[in-house]
């Protein structure tokens, strides 16, 4: 990342320094941490995270939590369940079954099935080997920049892990919707059926395409509702299925809709899910077409020692109940409407600030010098708004975009002081520019 910490960089207080030269002695190199300054939490609480000194940071970034941090329903879910019996899927439960029932009255009747994972890299790879059980064939395609997961699998069709991480030879990419190659209103569509006949000349058989229905490492891609359409009914043409990665887009995030696939009017053959499902708890899993799983069923025994446990269950649950009970939802609308207005008027005011980009609570806004991605802006930024107490990071193919996912609980104060904060770190970012 752009923005991340480089140790040697700059220079940290004694404790500081002593927890950095810790985790490389006990974790090994392959860790990273976030900003140039890096930070040490100790406690959160709603949507502020709490660092060592007491010094209290309002958390824009991270969407696994997005009831807040520590929320008392899902604390409490966990607590109880895990007093009371931590089990698996191999005895018959009833939370499984209520989980399963909650989740399918949120999507479409034709996704049928429900099955559990611990993270959203098991459900992507769950998904690829239905995919290849269904369709017989072995080729993928995703964005240029995307980001799926960590298995070994699913690395192979996350672009956005970098260079040294080699792409599967079955795996095409194509441009994020409205990136140059994927322009237009069919302009995704089109370039999806060009990576299809790019597989199919290399012998390759189509199996399926996923995407982030946000777009979210591409730079949150969001609009026109609906351009998904002409893709997914190219790769069903072609013999694959549509997943609908929705780890980073689903569980109300998007406002209006539940589901990221929902704004775009199609029905997905496989929905993946995770992050948010657990408010910080790992759970995760995959809805899905009963005849998509039928023949992986029929010869394929999937049992998860953790996934879709008890506890696990008992946390997802609470997350479902808040949502509807605290209306979330509604919530994500209203304040990302707050959000997107605030930025838009800040953008007229710093020509910087692109392009605004993004549904519900979602956003992604775009930092230019003129024509010409600025990734050195950006990071800037993102520095600077940690300086001023405000999490947020960078995303797209250049680093440029501003990812901001605040807990679906932010107020109307608490998105202002994101905005006010950063007009004055624009402003500064202005001055030092002149």
Same mark, same amino acid.
């Given at each position: 990342?752009?923005?991340?910490?480089?140790?040697?960089?700059?220079?940290?207080?004694?404790?500081?320094?002593?927890?950095?030269?810790?985790?490389?002695?006990?974790?090994?190199?392959?860790?990273?941490?976030? %900003?140039? #300054?890096?930070?040490?939490?100790?406690?959160?609480?709603?949507?502020?995270?709490?660092?060592?000194?007491?010094?209290?940071?309002?958390?824009?970034?991270?969407?696994?939590?997005?009831?807040?941090?520590?929320?008392?329903?899902?604390?409490?879910?966990?607590?109880?369940?895990?007093?009371?019996?931590?089990?698996?899927?191999?005895?018959?439960?009833?939370?499984?079954?209520?989980?399963?029932?909650?989740?399918?009255?949120?999507?479409?009747?034709?996704?049928?099935?429900?099955?559990?994972?611990?993270? $959203?890299?098991?459900?992507?790879? &769950?998904?690829?080997?239905?995919?290849?059980?269904?369709?017989?064939?072995?080729?993928?395609?995703?964005?240029?920049?995307?980001?799926?997961?960590?298995?070994?699998?699913?690395?192979?069709?996350?672009?956005?892990?970098?260079?040294?991480?080699?792409?599967?030879?079955?795996?095409?990419?194509?441009? +994020?919707?409205?990136?140059?190659? +994927?322009?237009?209103?069919?302009?995704?569509?089109?370039?999806? #059926?060009?990576?299809?006949?790019?597989?199919?000349?290399?012998?390759?058989?189509?199996?399926?395409?996923?995407?982030?229905?946000?777009?979210?490492?591409?730079?949150?891609?969001?609009?026109?509702?609906?351009?998904?359409?002409?893709?997914?009914?190219?790769?069903?043409?072609?013999? $694959?299925?549509?997943?609908?990665?929705? @780890?980073?887009?689903?569980?109300?995030?998007?406002? /209006?809709?539940?589901?990221?696939?929902?704004?775009?009017?199609? @029905?997905?053959?496989?929905?993946?899910?995770?992050?948010?499902?657990?408010?910080?708890?790992?759970?995760?899993?995959?809805?899905?077409?009963?005849?998509?799983?039928? #023949?992986?069923?029929?010869?394929?025994? %999937?049992?998860?020692?953790?996934?879709?446990?008890?506890?696990?269950?008992?946390? +997802?649950?609470?997350?479902?109940?808040?949502?509807?009970?605290?209306?979330?939802?509604?919530?994500?609308?209203?304040?990302?409407?707050?959000?997107?207005?605030?930025?838009?008027?800040?953008?007229?005011?710093?020509?910087?600030?692109? /392009?605004?980009?993004?549904?519900?609570?979602?956003?992604?806004?775009?930092?230019?010098?003129?024509?010409?991605?600025?990734?050195?802006?950006?990071?800037?930024?993102?520095?600077?708004?940690?300086?001023?107490?405000? &999490?947020?990071?960078?995303?797209?193919?250049?680093?440029?975009?501003?990812?901001?996912?605040?807990?679906?609980?932010?107020?109307?104060? /608490?998105?202002?002081?994101?905005?006010?904060?950063?007009?004055?770190?624009?402003?500064?970012?202005?001055?030092?520019?002149?």
């Amino acid at each position: 990342m752009a923005n991340a910490f480089v140790p040697g960089r700059i220079r940290l207080d004694p404790a500081s320094q002593h927890l950095v030269e810790a985790r490389a002695r006990l974790l090994g190199p392959a860790y990273r941490l976030m %900003y140039e #300054e890096p930070l040490h939490f100790v406690k959160g609480e709603g949507i502020w995270l709490i660092d060592a000194a007491g010094r209290r940071y309002l958390d824009a970034y991270n969407n696994v939590t997005s009831l807040g941090h520590c929320h008392p329903a899902v604390v409490e879910a966990i607590r109880r369940q895990v007093g009371v019996l931590a089990t698996n899927t191999r005895y018959i439960q009833e939370g499984i079954l209520a989980l399963a029932e909650k989740l399918l009255a949120t999507m479409p009747d034709e996704l049928g099935h429900i099955m559990l994972t611990c993270t $959203g890299s098991e459900a992507n790879d &769950l998904a690829w080997r239905i995919a290849r059980s269904f369709t017989g064939g072995t080729g993928i395609i995703v964005t240029k920049t995307a980001y799926h997961g960590i298995t070994d699998a699913v690395a192979q069709f996350s672009p956005s892990l970098g260079a040294s991480v080699d792409l599967g030879q079955h795996v095409a990419t194509v441009p +994020a919707p409205g990136d140059r190659g +994927a322009e237009g209103p069919d302009g995704f569509a089109e370039a999806v #059926e060009r990576a299809i006949s790019e597989l199919r000349r290399h012998g390759i058989r189509p199996a399926m395409l996923i995407v982030d229905t946000m777009f979210t490492s591409d730079g949150v891609r969001s609009d026109p509702e609906g351009f998904l359409v002409p893709a997914v009914e190219a790769i069903r043409r072609a013999g $694959g299925i549509f997943v609908a990665d929705e @780890v980073q887009p689903g569980f109300a995030r998007t406002g /209006e809709h539940f589901w990221g696939f929902q704004r775009h009017g199609v @029905v997905p053959d496989i929905v993946t899910m995770g992050k948010p499902m657990g408010n910080g708890h790992p759970v995760a899993g995959i809805a899905v077409r009963p005849e998509v799983v039928a #023949e992986f069923g029929r010869t394929s025994r %999937y049992f998860n020692t953790f996934g879709g446990n008890t506890v696990s269950c008992a946390a +997802a649950l609470a997350v479902l109940d808040v949502i509807e009970t605290e209306g979330l939802q509604k919530n994500a609308i209203l304040m990302g409407q707050r959000m997107m207005a605030r930025l838009s008027a800040l953008s007229k005011r710093y020509p910087v600030l692109s /392009e605004i980009r993004g549904a519900g609570l979602m956003i992604g806004a775009e930092i230019r010098d003129g024509a010409r991605p600025d990734s050195q802006s950006a990071a800037r930024i993102v520095n600077d708004m940690r300086t001023a107490g405000i &999490l947020i990071s960078s995303c797209g193919e250049h680093h440029n975009v501003l990812k901001i996912r605040p807990p679906l609980v932010i107020k109307a104060e /608490e998105v202002d002081l994101f905005v006010d904060t950063l007009g004055q770190v624009l402003e500064n970012l202005n001055g030092a520019a002149a």
